[in-house]
């Protein structure tokens, strides 16, 4: 069950494949907050995960949403934002942060960055419908605790190869160079709307389903 967690989590989640739209999302950001960037998204990647695995459920149930309609509305966003990235506009927005902050200490121009870029690399990108559906699944499959602890420590190594991943993302960014990241960029983004318009044929199938039943 942990092997078959950790796969599905992990090709979900696809941190090597979608690293193209962190690196052109974070060009523009000095060394030091690039490395506060990677840690801060890495532990609002666990925590989110985490909270979602324990009272996810719940915590849909008490807002009334269920999870074709929070799967249309994550493949909305990834819509919008590759859009936006197959136009260039990400990187743009980013720069003219940056531009702002550039006085400022790593850490609070990174909290800065962060803020700007949560969604749509944080979310959906890597908190998602798909991983959040699949974390909530997983936990209402296992009822003995101590296999949730251990789902759980699964849930901690992924948000450790997304910061390594992360943390060697500006070594990846000058082995593409500039033209190779902006190609990387605008194919990640036809990518993500591509993902979009599937999420949000799932979720308006799962909708379907649900109202014939």
Known sequence: MLIHFAAALFAIMNPLGNLPVYIGATESARPGERKY????????????LLIFFWAGESILHFFGVKLSSFRIAGGILLLLGGIGMVHGKEGKKVTELADKVSEESDLRAAENLLQKILIPVGIPLFVGPGSISTVILFAGKTPSFLS???????????????????????????????????IAARLMG???????????IDGLSLEIVNFMN
Do not use: E, H, T, Y
């Open 37 to 48: 960037v990677a840690v801060l998204l890495a532990l609002f990647v666990l925590v989110m």
């Open 148 to 182: 949730k602890i251990g789902m759980s420590g699964v849930i901690v190594g992924m948000a450790l190869i997304l910061w390594i991943l992360l943390m060697v993302s500006d070594r990846v960014g000058r082995l593409l160079g500039p033209m190779g990241l902006d």
């Open 190 to 200: 036809l990518i993500l709307a591509a993902i979009g318009v599937q999420f949000i």
